[in-house]
């Protein structure tokens, strides 16, 4: 997670050329304001992986996103006896595939499989894209191997 999610504003002033130059992960961390998504990806040891070929699209939620689970959530899951359960939530926010948000939109009530195994519902209202309860607040930010959604709440996996 540390270059795994880039910062809003960052992202906002990326132009795509120089985006598409940097992976998913150095996107991320130059972008500043995903600071407890990357330390999550590096506590998880997925920054190799998403560094990787891919293609891959990133469902990235904001710092406010992780302040929003209840107290306590993000030091419990960060804790090397619950590594398990935190790379479950990080991959559950990973797209084994490259979607940018014109394909997106032709998913309107359809679910689409995480590299977690479980499965996301996608909902388009308008212009609102909904991930599950998650809305996408900045889109389509283009990275070497994939693409990276920005979103305002952190996406639990389904509970087996």
């Given at each position: 997670m540390?270059?795994?999610?880039?910062?809003?504003?960052l992202l906002a002033l990326a132009t795509p050329a120089f985006a598409a130059e940097k992976d998913i992960v150095d996107t991320a961390v130059g972008a500043?304001?995903?600071?407890?998504?990357?330390?999550?990806?590096?506590?998880?040891?997925?920054?190799?992986t998403l560094k990787g070929d891919g293609p891959f699209t990133v469902l990235a939620p904001t710092d406010e996103a992780f302040a929003k689970l209840p107290?306590?959530?993000v030091e419990s899951l960060l804790k090397p006896?619950?590594?398990?359960?935190?790379?479950?939530?990080?991959?559950?926010?990973?797209?084994p595939s490259k979607a940018m948000a014109a394909d997106v939109?032709?998913?309107?009530?359809?679910?689409?499989?995480?590299?977690?195994?479980g499965a996301v519902k996608v909902s388009v209202d308008g212009k609102t894209v909904m991930?599950?309860?998650?809305?996408?607040?900045k889109a389509?930010?283009?990275?070497?191997?994939?693409?990276?959604?920005?979103?305002?709440?952190?996406?639990?996996?389904?509970?087996?």
């Open positions: 540390n270059k795994f999610f880039a910062s809003v504003a500043g304001s995903f600071k407890t998504l990357v330390a999550a990806v590096k506590a998880a040891g997925l920054v190799e107290e306590g959530t006896e619950n590594k398990d359960k935190l790379i479950a939530v990080l991959t559950y926010h990973v797209i939109v032709k998913l309107d009530g359809k679910s689409v499989k995480s590299v977690q195994g991930i599950n309860d998650a809305k996408v607040i389509d930010i283009a990275c070497s191997n994939g693409v990276i959604h920005v979103i305002d709440t952190v996406i639990l996996p389904p509970k087996e």
